[in-house]
């Protein structure tokens, strides 16, 4: 049934969207150029790779990630309109629309037992630590959320947390992390750079 109503809210969103994606398009030629699209291997279910599509929000070039964020950029992440992309990864089966969220592939062996178990279920657009808190949790309490969701999970959950991933994004809440243009490197169980 969730990769029933992934498929038939994916393919809606992206019918219903397809003038804003495609103006949304020009305006990434115009502001950044191309590469259009920013492509990252994520780890997937069971830590399997798939590469994450989103919008570029950042310039090539030397900087470390605040220098490189462009006021465009930070726009796309402040609406979380960099996001929509990900659709395309819905409908390709490695992604849900709820799920925890796909981490870089360099985490995979810096989790513990316990913090791994969020890979038993296929990563989402959103999930239960997006409408939690989002960049403003430490990754200790992400991965608890995670997990939290990973044994609760349910039809009704996941309606609840797109309804609640619409009004964050309304109200733009936990964008960024706190003095950060990113989210801070997760380091492991023991080296976490956790702010609470």
């Known amino acids: 049934m969730k990769r029933v109503f992934d498929l038939f809210t994916a393919i809606c969103l992206l019918f219903a969207l397809c003038l804003p994606l495609v103006a949304l398009v020009c305006l990434q030629l115009g502001m950044l150029g191309r590469p259009i699209f920013f492509r990252q291997k994520r780890a997937g279910l069971n830590g399997r790779p798939f590469t994450l599509l989103k919008f570029r929000t950042m310039r090539d070039g030397p900087g470390d990630d605040a220098e490189r964020l462009t006021s465009w950029g930070k726009r796309l992440r402040s609406t979380s309109m960099d996001e929509l992309p990900e ?26 037992p316990e913090q791994s178990r969020r890979h038993h279920t296929l990563p989402g657009i959103t999930g239960w630590a997006q409408v939690n808190g989002r960049n403003g949790l430490s990754w200790e309490r992400q991965f608890e959320l995670d997990l939290w969701y990973l044994e609760n999970r349910s039809f009704w959950l996941d309606i609840k947390i797109l ?10 809440e936990n964008i960024s992390e706190s003095n950060q243009a990113t989210r801070s490197e997760f380091l492991g169980p023991d080296r976490t750079q956790d702010r609470m």
């Open 163 to 172: 309804c609640l991933t619409i009004k964050c994004v309304l109200f733009r």
């Open 87 to 112: 659709l395309w990864n819905v409908l390709k089966g490695e992604m849900s629309l709820v799920g925890p969220r796909p981490l870089p592939l360099a985490y995979l062996p810096r989790y513990s």
